[in-house]
């Protein structure tokens, strides 16, 4: 077992009115090592706030996570951001090294690490581009090779590819599969898009909205690489839209 | 792009040369608009003489100076006070008070209290660089998107490697714009401080002819003291295309 969630949960209060809201409500959840975890699920389920609390860059108000197997200090996670979160004053390359400079890498290492994940994450002749000189699923693959640098044990995604056009989204969906492949990371990838879910997951976490809990957890044992136009596929993407619509209708009468 | 250069230069010319006629044809009194050749010449005689170098150096000096001090202040405060709320709070109500109040007015004070040296004349461009500087750094600060932090400590970052690998350089942008404000307020400020109680300085030199009445004299220090200003702006501008490469349009 590489990560385990123990009943965590997150309780937000809102200043202005007092109000109270469970974002996350008793998620308990295996990870294991080497899978293609999707948190699917409709907007305001919690999904990023999870990730946010897997990365450490929030505090969940009850429960806790923990990497059972590891001991040490080193930060175990890198963030993948919807909107890139490139900095805009570095290179491609001053990018991908960020985080082995700020450990303190010998700058040779690191730029052997940089190299090695541009080429990766195929960007090699962009190296001394500026942030704004990319397309957007140019940026993205820049923001994949940055997190890959320290080498973690985890990537977490935050819905990566929900600003791009289609045919781009689509190119890149085939991307993450191999790069997924080739590094055999843990992914842990939050999303609202069941092609994406069908398409990429190897274990499918089906989340419901307000509170956020775990509706069901789904294994995808399809080969790779996957398409929609297949029965199997399109019988899971029937399956996962016939719950998360369920899921939907619940919440907006919950609302209303 | 040829043609649009040729017409600013016909431009100039052509008023420059109109100017240098009538005045020569005895239609304009040289006491009040002198010719722009006699301005030339006077200018020439000013450098040979050693006069005007020697006064663009002790004024040079002021604003040097005073431009230093006060945009190093202005950026370590700015940055502070953009990252760190109680900073902030405890600048605010100074920032306040002070930022609206025309540097010059305060010129008096600084000579009560520093003399009559150059002490007083460059805190004044000090403190004048100072707010501008430092408001516009806040912005710039602000300006940076949280995200990017986020993504820093994600990355590994300290707080400390956050402060100078991602508020500063993002703050960059508007540092520049600070320190542009700035230049051009030094140069306000060091002619104003250079008319009352001094001796020396390029200020000094341009009043001093207004006084005798040697209108050319006054205008070889209006033209010096528009040279520095468009030195000062191309050195500035050098300075941000090698400082924010990626902020180029």
């Known amino acids: ?256 | 792009m040829s043609l649009s250069l040729l017409r600013k230069a016909g431009s100039a010319f052509f008023i420059l040369a109109v100017w240098q006629v009538l005045v020569q044809t005895g239609n304009i009194n040289e006491l009040f608009l002198p010719a722009p050749l006699s301005v030339l010449n006077a200018m020439w005689a000013l450098t040979v003489s050693g006069t005007l170098p020697w006064a663009v150096l002790v004024s040079l000096n002021r604003l040097v100076q005073g431009f230093v001090y006060g945009s190093l202040i202005g950026v370590v405060l700015g940055l502070l006070a953009g990252a760190i709320r109680w900073v902030e709070d405890v600048l605010d109500p100074w920032v306040a008070a002070v930022y609206p109040i025309p540097k010059s007015a305060l010129f008096p004070l600084f000579l009560l209290w520093f003399g009559l040296g150059d002490r007083s004349k460059i805190v004044t461009i000090a403190v004048g660089v100072l707010f501008l500087v430092l408001v516009n750094t806040v912005t710039g600060v602000k300006s940076i998107n949280p995200l990017l932090v986020k993504a820093a400590i994600d990355l590994g970052a300290s707080r400390l490697q956050v402060f100078v690998k991602v508020i500063l350089p993002g703050a960059l942008p508007n540092i520049f714009t600070g320190l542009r404000l700035g230049a051009g307020m030094a140069l306000i400020l060091v002619f104003i401080t250079e008319i009352e109680a001094t001796k020396a300085g390029l200020g000094f030199l341009l009043w001093e002819a207004f006084q005798l009445l040697e209108t050319t004299k006054v205008f070889a220090g209006v033209v010096t003291f528009g040279l520095l200003g468009v030195a000062t702006t191309w050195l500035l501008q050098w300075l941000e295309r090698r400082a924010c490469p990626w902020a180029q349009r």
């Open chain 1, 1 to 256: 077992m590489l990560l385990e969630l123990r009943a965590l949960g997150k309780t937000w209060s809102i200043a202005r009115t007092g109000e109270r809201v469970v974002a996350l409500d008793a998620i308990t959840l295996d990870v294991v090592a080497g899978e293609f975890l999707i948190l699917l699920g409709p907007s305001g389920c919690g999904k990023s706030t999870l990730l946010q609390i897997l990365a450490g860059l929030e505090a969940p108000s009850t429960g806790g996570i923990r990497f059972p197997e590891r001991t040490g200090t080193q930060k175990l996670t890198s963030m993948v951001f919807q909107e890139y979160a490139l900095f805009p004053w570095r290179t491609v390359a001053e990018n991908v090294v960020f985080g082995p400079e700020v450990r303190g890498i010998r700058r040779a290492d690191r730029d052997a690490t940089a190299q090695r994940l541009i080429d990766l994450v195929k960007l090699r002749g962009f190296e001394t581009r500026y942030p704004h000189e990319l397309s957007g699923g140019m940026r993205q693959r820049v923001a994949l090779a940055r997190a890959l640098a320290n080498d973690p044990a985890v990537l977490l995604f935050d819905e990566p590819l929900a600003a791009l056009d289609a045919q781009t989204r689509r190119v890149l969906q085939d991307e993450l599969a191999r790069i997924w492949a080739e590094t055999g990371k843990t992914f842990i990838y939050v999303t609202h898009s069941l092609e994406e879910a069908v398409l990429l997951g190897s274990r499918i976490v089906l989340m419901t909205a307000r509170p956020g809990r775990i509706k069901e957890v789904i294994d995808v044992s399809l080969p790779r690489p996957r398409r929609l136009t297949r029965p199997e596929e399109a019988a899971l993407l029937e399956r996962l839209d016939g719950l998360l619509r369920d899921e939907v209708k619940q919440a907006m009468e919950a609302e209303a």
